[in-house]
């Protein structure tokens, strides 16, 4: 700045000779006129630079926004994808860790007990379209696409992905079995850790990518069953990645213009699918959340501002950068309530309710509390006759119902479809515990108003674990409830079941009030 006043000195000098001669008001005037100058310099370089500083805080605001959005939106579609393959996985094993399939499939292969009792519950129950019975030699037993069942003969050897995933299960299941009287059995592990005895991946299946999980076929933990030396007898089940299931992840993640296809399998992919060796099937992409465009508006009108008024620029700049951080940090805040809530349903979702289940089970004995496992009856009738979009209706407005019934006596959460969990902290006497589980059966089967003036109904079934002693997991405290849960649809759905307390007490059933049913469905059974 000053070499530029001092640049050709010798050209200054005569003009202050010649101000001297005009007198001190001309000095004076030069003097000023200098500064001018310097203030103009300054004025320049001061808006330069706070021009210069806020597009590139804006530009790291907008991008750090972005990506965090982008993270958080990857984080929480990693947390579905793994409840979905949990979720098949639990399905599988209600079949496949059952004495009635080793004798019917491993011993010997009763083709229409395996038609009936085995394939048909995969298809109409659980939407698996694809399954496979796969022998200890490698090759299919029995395969089922939907309804359709088929009985190979020769058995072919299994090839492809499916290979792929049968050898893996087998390893699974031989690194999980022990030796028992008679012959070997699988460790036993909670549902909670279902995912540690099933295989579970990205295959192609008759053309189409498709998700997958495999799984032994093994005795129940508490029989006499048990199985012969060498490799087991393996159980495929697959879904492949169509419009439904795409519809379905889209519904419960709440994202906007979510597709799969192999075309999207690029660098550019939010989420690649890649098989079991590594080669890519193509890929999930969704439209992203950008808050750094939003950013971007905020601080274009700030850059012509600050370059118009001067005089404003300081309190502008550190105002409006308070507010970009202010929303940034809101947007992080947003973005962290979105990853702990269920988009579809309102409630806490698997991650938020898991952590409060561990912080509950940390505080046993002090502070006693229950854990409410609930499976909706009759929920795939509602999807296959109105509709996914009748599906959520059901599902948000049970969610409500749950919400009403359970109040602040505790957290209702969603792990995903149509399973819902309550954490009841307020009290966990079983009185009230009964009460309240027909509160929710009362409440859940109600009429459900749909649009264009349908309604449907459907029913839920409940298992209850106390949680009152020192030392109880929560992974043990969510298997009793599960167990339950399955006592409870074993019984003829629509009722409640105390999970076990003791060394083997009987558990209770409550059936909820209903003036429809007979006085025999009211009545709390004994097992």
Known sequence: MFLGLRHGGPEVRPREVGAARRGPMAIRRVRLFDLSGLVALATTVLIVLATGALVHV????????????????????????????????????????????????????DRRWLRDEFFDPLWSDFSFAVNVVVGADGTVLASARGESVAFPSPRPPLDGDLALLRARAVERFMSHRIAVDGGFRQTHLPSARVAELATSGFVVVDGTPALASAMAIVPEDDGDTTLADGPPVILIS?????????????????????????????????????ALDGRPLGGFAWRADTPGDRIWALIVPLIAAAAVILSGVGGLLVRHIGGLSRRLEASEAHNRRIARIDALSGLANRLEIEERLAEAAARLPAAPFAWIACDLDRFKAVNDT???????????????????????????????????????????????LAILAGEIVARVRAPIA???????????????????????????????ADAALYRAKARGRGCAVFAHEGPDPAPVTIDAPDADLAPTERATHVA
């Open 58 to 109: 804006g530009r790291i605001a907008s991008a750090e926004a972005d990506a965090q959005a982008v993270a958080s939106e990857r984080a929480l579609f990693e947390n579905v994808l793994s409840g979905r393959f949990r979720l098949m996985a639990r399905d599988q094993l209600s079949l496949a860790r059952w004495d009635r399939s080793v004798a019917n499939v491993v011993r010997k292969l």
């Open 386 to 432: 109105w509709g996914h979009a009748a599906g959520d209706t059901v599902i948000r407005e049970v969610a409500a119902r749950l919400r009403a019934a359970v109040g602040p006596a505790g957290l209702v959460g969603r792990i995903g479809g149509d399973e819902f969990v309550v954490l009841v902290t307020a009290w966990h006497d079983r009185p009230r």
């Open 450 to 480: 749909l649009d264009g003036g349908a309604t449907t109904d459907v029913g839920v079934s409940l298992g209850i674990a106390l949680a009152d002693g020192p030392g109880l997991s929560p992974d043990a405290i969510a298997d009793a």
């Open 238 to 274: 697959a879904r492949p990645i169509d419009a439904e299931v795409v519809a379905e992840l889209g519904a419960e993640l709440g994202f906007t213009d979510l597709g799969f296809g192999p075309e999207r399998a690029s660098a550019a992919t939010l989420r690649p699918v890649l």
